[in-house]
């Protein structure tokens, strides 16, 4: 199993570009998510999803957009880049019930000029 | 809302002195807790959980639901476990859903 991959690992964007971050999953885990990671602020949670179809919004979610057509794919979709974007972002699956561990991708480093 | 507050941002220590990486939590509920470490140029992964009350790499941590703590201790410090800690909580009806603390980045020196 290759777990959770993330893509692309490095990425420049110039303010109101939009891009998509991909993750994937191998493991057929109903729950997956996104969070990123900013200096002194631990992760954060933009959004989520409990399975195929169904998405619902983290404690970030502004300025991001995500859908769930499959069980292993899970994009997270920039519409207008803006700077307060520049962070690393984690996407994150895991079974639904005990236990309740979390996979998490490795990382993908977005900078936002 | 539920809050994890961990209140060292970076912590140093010399090899074989002891640790303890601080967690502190508000939730007025049975929360469950985790601490999760990313080691340098790695992936985050879970350390251990309170549910499990085990020792992972000679790291434990005890929940205390009096004072809202879940501080991750070691007796005896290695270079290797250099790297950021992250505190984490559950709440029983959240599903998977996790707060994060700020994390702590541990240097342990030589």
């Known amino acids: 199993n290759a777990g959770v991959t993330q893509t692309p690992k490095f990425q420049v964007l110039k303010t109101g570009q939009s891009m998509t971050l991909q993750c994937a999953q191998d493991?057929?885990?109903?729950?997956m998510s996104w969070y990123r990671q900013d200096p002194g602020m631990g992760l954060r949670l933009i959004h989520y999803s409990v399975g195929a179809g169904i998405t619902d919004q983290g404690e970030v979610p502004n300025g991001y957009n995500v859908s769930r057509s499959t069980t292993e794919d899970f994009p997270l979709r920039l519409l207008s880049a803006a700077p307060s974007q520049t962070s690393v972002y984690f996407c994150a699956s895991r079974i639904e019930g005990l236990p309740y561990e979390q996979y998490f991708g490795p990382g993908t480093r977005l900078t936002v000029t | 809302a539920q809050r994890v507050t961990q209140p060292e941002k970076l912590l140093s220590v010399f090899k074989g002195a002891p640790v303890e990486l601080k967690c502190n939590y508000s939730?007025?509920?049975?929360?469950?807790l985790f601490w999760y470490v990313q080691y340098s140029r790695q992936r985050l992964q879970l350390l251990l959980r309170?549910?499990s009350r085990e020792s992972i790499k000679g790291f434990t941590a005890d929940l205390n639901k009096g004072e809202t703590s879940f501080h991750l201790k070691k007796p005896f410090a290695q270079e290797e476990d250099s790297a950021m800690y992250y505190c984490a909580l559950r709440k029983e009806t959240s599903g998977s859903r996790l707060t994060f603390g700020e994390g702590t980045q541990l240097t342990v020196n030589p």
């Open positions: 493991m057929n885990h109903e729950y």
């Open positions: 309170h549910i």
């Open positions: 939730y007025s509920g049975s929360p469950e």
